[in-house]
């Protein structure tokens, strides 16, 4: 059997979630905007507990969740949605920050934004993927509108400093956005402590289902809708509430805060022991920083490897990925900005543990790797 090592990529929808979601496809499938009869009230009402779970995953109250399909269609809501009312408003401010690590879901709307009148700065991070503040420091300034930051990295798993990140866009006046797809369900993150104005999470990254997430947005602030059709969310996206998986979200949140603290400390300890088996092999290192990472992530790129021969050789007993970013073999941007060439991209392995691995899992990585490259040295 394969043993499933790429939560980051996806996490399996958790059995509780299920149950929660069940009756809301059938028996309950009235349509929550429909308000005239008790069963579309009674979905209301449940998309209401939803949110409520939602927003308590983050210490902010109800009203600042917005439902989406997902963090990519999150993140353009915050970006473009910014940027458009402040258009509409003739706000002065039309300068973007963000940084060359993001997911593609910030740096593509934040391309075409540049494109489009707003002048984008694209920060570099240190060898190690972190951010150097001095950096945003020199960028940031009074033409600054809104700063993207990821909080937990997709690929190394590297944990920016948001409070200090907060501060500086606060400082400024900017507004702060943060991609919170990896972090949310992950560790406590208490939006309004940093200073965040935005926060972008996904449903299937924390144990629910696949095509749901959240925009949560503090009080005032500005925000144009960029799908138009109907009142839902507050008018600020459109379309007929997806009730069961969004009942499965809130349940997915509620549940991964009860187990999140326990889950990151186990979690650590199979990672660690995963780098502490890893880290003697010929050509291993470490991508990103050793510590300030996710307690579920470990990503190592292996020199002197080729790495379409290492997937090959794993593929059959791990589901884990690799540093290329998967159709034409260019590497990640993310470790294209750590300084890694296109090879050594190719031969990175990143590894994302979840609620269900055992100590046998990680053994058994070890194992796989090691022989894996045995082989490939051996031939070459
Ligand atoms: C998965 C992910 C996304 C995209 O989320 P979807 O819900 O799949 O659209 C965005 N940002 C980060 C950091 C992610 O890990």
Redesign the pocket.
């Known amino acids: 059997m394969l043993a499933y090592l790429d939560h ?1 990529a ?1 996490t399996p929808c958790d059995d509780r979630v299920m149950t929660a979601m069940e009756p809301w496809w059938h028996q309950q499938f009235a349509n929550p905007a429909s308000r005239l009869y008790r069963p579309a009230l009674e979905a209301a009402a449940a998309v209401e507990i939803a949110r409520g779970q939602v927003a308590a995953g983050l210490g902010m109250p109800a009203e600042a969740v917005i439902f989406t ?5 999150a ?1 353009n809501l915050a970006l473009k949605g910014v940027a458009e009312a402040a258009l509409e408003r003739g706000e002065p401010r039309r300068g973007l920050i963000t940084v060359a690590t993001e ?1 593609r ?2 740096l593509d709307p934040m391309g075409w934004l540049g494109r489009h009148g707003f002048p984008l700065t694209v920060l570099p991070v240190q060898p190690d993927g972190l951010l150097d503040l001095q950096h945003l420091a020199d960028a940031i300034g009074p033409d600054t509108l809104l700063v993207s930051v ?1 909080a ?3 690929e190394i798993g590297v944990l920016q400093d948001l409070a200090a990140i907060g501060q500086l866009c606060r400082r400024h006046g900017a507004l702060f956005h943060c ?1 919170a ?2 972090a949310v369900g992950h560790l406590p993150l208490a939006m309004a402590d940093l200073n965040i104005d935005l926060l ?1 999470l ?4 924390l144990y629910g289902p ?1 095509g749901c ?1 959240a925009l949560l947005r503090r009080e005032g602030v500005a925000l144009a809708p960029q799908q138009h059709g109907g009142s839902q969310e507050g008018g600020l996206r459109a379309g007929t509430l997806a009730v069961p998986l969004l009942v499965g979200l809130g349940k997915a949140v509620q549940l991964a805060l009860a187990d999140q603290a326990e889950r990151s400390a186990r979690l650590t300890l199979l990672r660690d022991r995963l780098w502490a088996g890893l880290e003697p092999l010929e050509g291993v290192q470490l991508n990103g920083h050793r510590n300030r990472r996710l307690g579920h992530n470990l990503n190592v790129g292996i020199d002197g490897v080729d790495g379409q021969r290492l997937h090959r050789l794993l593929r059959s007993e791990l589901a884990v990925s690799s540093g290329s970013a998967c159709s034409q073999g260019s590497p990640s941007q993310v470790l294209a900005a750590l300084g890694r060439s296109r090879r050594q991209a190719a031969a990175s392995i990143r590894f994302g543990l979840g609620r269900d691995t055992t100590a046998a899992d990680i053994d058994r990585a070890l194992k796989v790797v090691s022989a894996a490259l045995a082989e490939l040295r051996q031939s070459t």
């Not at 399909?69 to 269609?73: H, I, L, N, P, Q």
């Not at 996904?202 to 990254?205: F, I, L």
């Open positions: 980051h996806t399909s997902g963090a990519t269609e993140n997911h879901a910030v990821m937990a990295n997709n991609d797809a990896q972008s996904s449903g299937h990254k696949k997430g």
